[in-house]
């Protein structure tokens, strides 16, 4: 080849490329009988990082077109803020789709995908509204008598259970007509979680354990496309609301496992691990269950090619969350006290002990100092002397803690100021937030670690019962 040839031949291929890269994404949408001043073309983003977020004006036929395509995923129609109609994209090829919006619903002209989508919607909808009916008779029914309303649960059972199983055929179907599409995915994560057993029933650890074990039984893990849609938005959320309202440390293994099955794609595997991390490992997720995250910390760091900086982050976060656990006695420090003794935790001699470590400068710990002051059962137990509260500042300033001894300090409790600033130091505790509670019992052996206001209650009831 010559080079003038050459040189023709990659400007041709240079050329080939602009024109198959432009115009990846054309997206099409009449607006019959809706009013707007803007429509937005939105990604569904469960990163919550920069997305998709296409505007322009309104007119009745608006076309978003770009450059580059768009991720595989779900993406919203808005007029203005409203959504009006989803849009799923499954490849990054072809993304040209045309609908036309209206009240009466969404009609997809070219988009065989989307069409089957609106069809399915409509469907589960209809199995919604006849196990919403069935739900309805039996509440309608509950002055009937006893041996009547038991026949009629009998026979609301056997129906339910006939719905549930035209929806499971159904969704089956849709997935098998529908192969390596994000609608089949979309659909197996939809599915909802089997029947527990009837042998269960009274039996409420071992319907947890059916539940947890069975929840991602359908969950498409070859397919990362699922984690840019809110079906596995609302999956995962559902899934760290029982784990965190159940707070059973023996059903971790089950977590552990559902991470092993989510490894069948590393894409899928990572997000599932990020996703879990932040709601039930970061230090300030209201979800945070210390147990779970322990073995799942101690899961990821036995996992093969996983990269260094994830490595040493996780080993210092295992660490971290190691100390002071429940069952386990806290450490030693010296404090000053606001009767100017200087003394030490283990000298503070008590039946129980509410620990709180905090800076009084503080906005959050001064609001939850407020709360707790006002707390009837809490003073109730600091009257009857089995219970102490010990309040310790743990920076290094000397003015600061004495202004908060002449004007907030509350007189039934115990004031400490650690003034060699030791926990800090020697990070004897985690004082990533402020302030930390520990329920302790005479001993210092922790009871609960990390205790919110609104649980203290609670705590004192269970081992003083006073309420």
Not at 142 to 151: D, G, I, S, V
Not at 273 to 292: A, C, I, P, Q, W
């Amino acid at each position: 080849m010559t080079k003038i040839a050459y040189i023709l031949l990659s400007f041709a291929l240079a050329f080939a490329t602009v024109c198959t890269c432009y115009g990846q994404l054309e997206v099409s949408v009449k607006l019959n009988g809706l009013s707007c001043d803007s429509v937005r073309l939105r990604s569904f983003n469960w990163q919550k990082k920069a997305g998709t977020n296409l505007v322009m004006p309104y007119s009745e036929t608006v076309t978003f077109k770009q450059k580059s395509a768009l991720k595989p995923g779900a993406y919203w129609i808005t007029a203005d803020s409203t959504p009006v109609a989803t849009v799923i994209l499954s490849a990054k090829k072809k993304q040209k789709v045309s609908m036309m919006v209206s009240p009466a619903g969404v009609t997809f002209s070219n988009s065989p995908e989307n069409t089957r989508y609106e069809q399915y919607l409509t469907q589960i909808k209809e199995y919604e509204q006849q196990m919403a009916g069935l739900d309805q008779e039996f509440r309608d029914a509950q002055n009937l008598p006893a041996y009547m309303l038991r026949t009629l649960a009998d026979s609301l059972t056997a129906r339910a259970r006939r719905i549930v199983a035209a929806r499971t055929a159904y969704e089956q179907q849709v997935i098998h007509d529908n192969p390596n599409t994000l609608l089949a995915s979309i659909v197996a994560a939809s599915i909802p979680t089997p029947e527990v057993p009837v042998e269960y029933y009274n039996n409420p650890r071992k319907m947890q354990e059916f539940f947890i074990s069975h929840f991602f039984d359908n969950f498409p893990w070859n397919d990362p496309r699922i984690f840019n849609t809110p079906v596995a938005e609302e999956k995962f959320k559902s899934y760290v609301d029982f784990v965190y309202q159940v707070d059973r440390p023996d059903l971790d293994t089950f977590v552990v496992e559902a991470l092993k099955a989510s490894s069948i794609d590393t894409a899928s595997h990572r997000m599932f691990f990020e996703r879990l991390d932040k709601d039930l490992g970061y230090y300030m997720s209201n979800y945070k269950v210390e147990h779970t995250y322990i073995k799942m910390l101690q899961y990821v760091l036995s996992t093969k090619d996983l990269a260094d900086y994830r490595r040493v982050f996780y080993e210092h976060e295992l660490a971290t969350i190691n100390k002071n656990l429940r069952g386990s006695i806290v450490p030693d420090f010296r404090i000053v006290t606001d009767k100017g003794d200087t003394t030490t935790l283990y000298q503070v001699q008590t039946e129980y002990m509410l620990l709180f470590l905090h800076n009084p400068s503080c906005s959050t710990c001064r609001k939850v100092r407020s709360i707790i002051t006002k707390d009837e059962v809490l003073n109730k137990a600091i009257n009857s002397g089995r219970l102490k509260v010990l309040t310790v500042y743990l920076e290094n300033d000397e003015h600061l803690w004495d202004t908060y001894l002449r004007t907030e300090a509350f007189p039934q409790y115990i004031h400490g100021w650690n003034f060699d600033q030791a926990i800090e130091k020697e990070a004897l505790f985690e004082t990533r937030t402020i302030p930390y509670m520990f329920f302790l019992d005479k001993d210092k052996r922790v009871i609960q670690k990390n205790i919110l206001y609104d649980e203290i209650d609670n705590y004192i009831y269970n081992y003083l019962q006073i309420h």
